[in-house]
């Protein structure tokens, strides 16, 4: 090294090239090159250590505030005003059916673009001009923030354009079925008398004698009609029944499972569809992913046999890329469990005590439960937000773990 | 396929009967009329384009609904142009003197995506540099679930995060944080922009062909002098259209800013104040009441419109550096 003449003045840039023996300077700075190197490994090894603590900080803050306030009722009970009695009960219903409808939805338009756009060759140039604009507007569209999507289902679905916009204005909806619509007087006796209606936009009933009622269990019953001139009834049978003229009603409306209207409205459908668009993306891509993985000469082989090619689809790419549109599938279910920010805008926050019951009802979910125990000033509903949290994550946990044990278990070597 | 697979059980007589008769039955029934297969080959391929096209008529509806619903706002009396792109102030639920100014959500939403990307874009990219060149496989195995867990957590867990943990540990560091600012909500979407800008960087780095790390190690470089000098140059289209679509990320991000950043919409330049973003307002719209359809209700759509064209502004120029710009190398 001493022997080393001292360095020319070259320019560093080209000093690597060529022959030329290694001088003084040059050893120094590969020394100075290595000791940089080192640095290098130490900041990347913290820089990368940093996520993992995040993560563990992230997750221990949360199991601190929330394990406290796990219990049977967090589960089981309805969102109560008071934190030591509030559950989640009708927001895990309104989660388990609003992803059930959307994958129900998605699964079949997501897997069907993806095949559409991996097996089926464009073989005009408009085709092949249209493929290129679905791919690129699937990853465009899956840049697109969630919120927007929640502000388009609150048009498209919830309001539908304003199409049925005229019987709007009467507070009902343009087109219903499965609903029946009662008036409910209170009897001079406390009972309740139930006048069906046969249409919602319609007035308020005026109480009149012979008119068709009910009592609250369904029996038919005779209506006594009063004025305030006619001498008032001392006899309590009488009395159950018994309406002055001008008696006010207020608006019942029963509506069975099957429930179905027009536009859709703040309900589970308008949920599951917003959210449907939210995932829509991500699946396609996922799936795409697992057909280009199949080896072609499965795909060969079979159009060799004679198939047709949505018999080489049907019967030989889709069987095996079932375990990556199953992995990419779920993980993209948990993003729907996850998603709040959409919910939110399409069913706005309620106070909700039931689990859903047909298509068209209230519904909540978990994480909009969350976020508005979380956006309470006190402590205690941070406490049972937490609480939530943990029960979130260990959904989302178990369906992750699901979705490695398929792709460790279900993916055999296919070429 | 499974019977040509070299280790399936060897056939035994009834296995080979029941293929016998098996074989017998498909030659015995009557061949499908070859228009019959053709009508489904067809109508398949119909019902798949009818499902492509869907996508198509999802970004449609988004542009026609926004496009029309912001009309409607500008429409309105109350509402100018002017005011809209001119105006720093956002006060749309002040009876008397209602302002639209977007540029006071913009701003907010600009604070926060600056300290998210402050945190978020070093961390990641020095992340997937350790990744892809310095880790050892059973780093790599702890490294990668641990990101794809922080990717999978839903946003509204961070916001809380962000308002139980961010917030106190900020306010003990200094005290001029209030309880709603925009550093702990930027913190917090950093945070969640992470994993998107570290696996879409590795996805880049790993796709530099191996020759160019084998030449610049030829060549007598540290590992430092491969991954920065050779490699991430060679994968500078990949990473930028990751930071890109980060940014893009954090722009859209809805419930940590709603749960953690306040509702004041104002400009401000200091991280320490409460402020309101784009999503903020229109999670602040939503959690109200929708139900009266004046011009504070359309107004959210004309803010969904400006965060709309933004980010996809932003996606797709990621999208075009990705591909044009892309050195290819094979």
Known sequence: MSTAKPPKSEPKTKSTIGPSPATEAQLRGSESRMRFDATFRYVCVF?????????????????????????????????????????????????????????????????????????????????????????????????????????????????????????????????????????????????????????????????????????????????????????????????????????????????????????????????????????????????????????????????????????????????????????????????????????????????????????????????????NWASRPQDEFHGIAAGGIIILLLILLSFNAIAVLIRHKMQKPLS | MSSSSPDAAIPTNADENRLNDRVRELLASPRRSLAVIRAREAGVYVLLVMCGLFSLLVTVAILWVLSTEMLNFFSSDEVTLANFLGSTEWSPLLGSTKSFGIWALICGTMLVTVIAMAIALPLGLVTAIYLSEYAPRRVRGILKPTLEVLAGVPTVVYGFFALTTITPILHWLHGGFGVYNATSAGIAVGILCLPTVCSLSEDALQAVPRALREAAYGLGGTRFDASIKVIVPAALSGIISAFLLAIARAFGETMIVALAAGSRPQVTMDPRNEIQTMTGFMVQMAGGDLSNYDVTYYSMYAVAFTLFILTLTLTMIGNIVRKRFREAYE
Not at chain 1, 341 to 366: E, Q, Y
Request: hydrophobic content about 50%; some cysteine.
């Open chain 1, 47 to 371: 820089t990368a250590s940093v996520s993992v603590l995040i993560l563990v900080f992230l997750l221990a803050s949360i199991l601190v505030q929330g394990v406290p306030s796990l219990s049977w009722t967090l589960l089981s009970g309805n969102p109560e005003p008071n934190p030591l009695e509030a559950g989640l009960r009708p927001a895990l219903f309104g989660t388990i059916w609003v992803c059930a409808l959307c994958a129900l939805l998605t699964l079949p338009v997501g897997i069907a673009t993806a095949i559409l756009l991996e097996e089926f060759q464009p073989r005009s140039r408009f085709a092949s001009w249209m493929y290129s604009a679905i791919q690129l507007n699937i990853s465009n569209l899956a840049g697109v923030p969630s919120v927007v999507y929640g502000i388009l289902g609150l048009t498209a679905f919830v309001g539908m354009f304003g199409l049925f916009s005229q019987a709007d204005k009467g507070g009902g909806f343009a087109y219903e079925i499965g609903v029946e619509h009662y008036d409910q007087f209170f009897s001079e006796g406390s009972r309740a008398i139930l006048i069906p209606v046969p249409d919602a936009s319609k007035p308020a009933t005026v109480p009149h004698e012979g008119m068709v009622a009910y009592d609250f269990d369904k029996n038919r019953v005779e209506v006594n009609i009063i004025g305030y001139d006619d001498p008032y009834p001392e006899d309590e049978d009488v009395l159950a029944y018994t309406l002055f003229n001008d008696s006010e009603s207020g608006r019942l409306s029963e509506k069975s499972w099957y429930y179905f209207r027009l536009p859709f409205g703040r309900g589970v459908l308008a949920g599951a569809l917003t959210l449907m668009l939210v995932t829509l993306p991500v699946i396609i891509i996922s799936t795409q992913e697992s057909l280009r993985a199949v080896p072609s000469s499965l795909r060969a082989g079979a159009l060799g046999l004679g198939a047709t090619p949505w018999q080489v689809i049907w019967n030989v790419t889709l069987p095996s890329a079932v375990p990556g549109i199953m992995t990419g599938s779920i993980l993209a279910m948990s993003r729907a469990i996850g998603e709040t920010a959409p919910i939110l805008i399409i069913a706005g926050i309620l106070f909700i005590m039931n689990s859903p019951r047909h298509l068209m009802d209230d519904f909540t979910v978990m994480p909009l439960q969350i976020f």
